[in-house]
């Protein structure tokens, strides 16, 4: 897209926008609405509060603090410990390399007892069922960081962080969802019964399970281990999956491409077995690695090539190495580690010490204005965008 192209789009945006601002002020807008010619963020939009949800999250949060208070104390055992950081491990496997590579990308395929293993750890960290987080995913990549984004981060950190489970769906978001292909889904039938089935699934997997195995082995009471098996290691497991959306978009680099709002974050990263190196993972979506590198903070991508060595896994997709560096020298930032610049290298600062490991490293270049075409971005390869036409489900 040249540089006229996107001024032009910037302003049909713009126009777009404020012709409809007076709906959104009210928040009167139907979930059918028709969608504007362009996608990009109308900021005079107010997202409604669902209390229910936010109320939750705070009982949610209260709980885990008191879990970890727990452990801090020592007043849980060591063995209740590791048993409950080996379940937050195990479950967020299940939501990287299932959810997210697997099921969302189809960046590799998997045999059926793998398959039946990612969807158990998925259902295992409890962040709704495989078909629902797959679909949001789908559309958070075709529309990322816009209002057809589910958690937009021009938003702010906050809604894209944890926020937007606390408010009702942007119009768009519900409407744009329409024309994501899920068909490869709803002929799996193991995620068919997950989704069937979730809640008894998550009371047994999510709940007891790791409840009941420090209670019957290690001598705990009930309610300690569900403070700490369960509370604390849930919402450290969401908020680790949540800055993914947060951090990751918006604090680090754009070596890949300038034109996509998210970032490298080493920090997210180390947090979240490799889902951190964001740039990448957005501008080529369908890479099993999630990343041009595995040598350092992408246990996902070593632990798949373990299970195609297993021959569980085959078929593992990566972008090109001529596909990276055409895609680094078009439109990244130059802050490549190899084919950057020191000028853009030098355009990086934080709050303490300047080194990527700082969840604040940041460069401070401008980002990018997200305004993206009716048939939004690739999603399995690097052609492959929707029809045109924004108002008719496919």
């Not at 849930?234 to 034109?259: K, M």
């Not at 593992?316 to 020191?342: C, F, Q």
Request: net charge positive; hydrophobic share 40%; aromatic share 14%.
């Amino acid at each position: 897209m040249t540089a006229s192209d996107k001024k032009k789009l910037k302003a049909n945006n713009v126009k777009d926008c404020n012709q409809k601002k007076h709906v959104h002020v009210n928040n009167n807008q139907s979930d059918d609405t028709p969608v504007t010619r362009y996608i990009g963020t109308d900021y005079s939009y107010k997202h409604q509060i669902v209390w229910k949800n936010a109320i939750g999250f705070l009982i949610l949060h209260v709980f885990a603090l008191w879990g970890l208070a727990l452990v801090i104390t020592g007043t849980v055992s060591w063995k209740t410990s590791l048993w409950t950081i080996c379940v937050l491990y195990i479950g967020s496997e299940g939501v990287t390399i299932g959810a997210h590579r697997y099921y969302t990308h189809r960046s590799f395929k998997a045999t059926p007892l793998l398959r039946a293993i990612l969807v158990t750890t998925q259902t295992l960290a409890g962040q709704n069922s495989m078909f629902i987080w797959c679909r949001d995913h789908r559309l958070h990549h075709r529309y990322s960081d816009t209002d057809g984004d589910p958690h937009n981060s021009k938003r702010g950190f906050f809604f894209c962080h944890m926020g937007w489970l606390m408010c009702k769906k942007h119009p768009y978001v519900i409407q744009l969802g329409r024309r994501i292909d899920l068909s490869d889904l709803q002929a799996d039938w193991m995620v068919m019964f997950q989704k069937k089935y979730y809640y008894v699934l998550y009371l047994l997997l999510a709940i007891y399970l790791p409840v009941c195995v420090p209670v019957l082995y290690f001598g705990e009471t009930w309610w300690n281990s569900l403070l700490v098996s369960y509370f604390a290691r849930y919402v450290c497991e969401l908020h680790g999956t949540w800055f993914v959306n947060s951090i990751a978009h918006l604090y680090g680099t754009r070596p890949y491409d300038q034109n996509l709002q998210p970032v490298e974050s080493w920090f997210v990263s180390f947090l979240s077995l490799g889902e951190g190196w964001h740039n990448y993972h957005h501008a080529f979506p369908w890479d099993y690695k999630a990343a041009e590198l595995t040598m350092h903070f992408n246990f996902s991508a070593s632990l798949i090539r373990f299970f195609e060595r297993m021959g569980l896994a085959y078929d593992l997709k990566s972008a090109s190495p001529d596909m990276v560096t055409n895609r680094i020298k078009r439109a990244g930032d130059g802050s490549h580690y190899e084919l950057g610049t020191e000028e853009a290298r030098a355009a990086v600062t934080a709050t303490g010490p300047l080194h990527p490991l700082n969840p604040t490293y940041n460069t401070t270049l401008k980002a990018p204005d997200v305004i993206l075409k009716p048939e939004g971005l690739p999603l399995y390869h690097e052609h492959d965008v929707l029809n045109g036409d924004l108002n008719k489900s496919t």
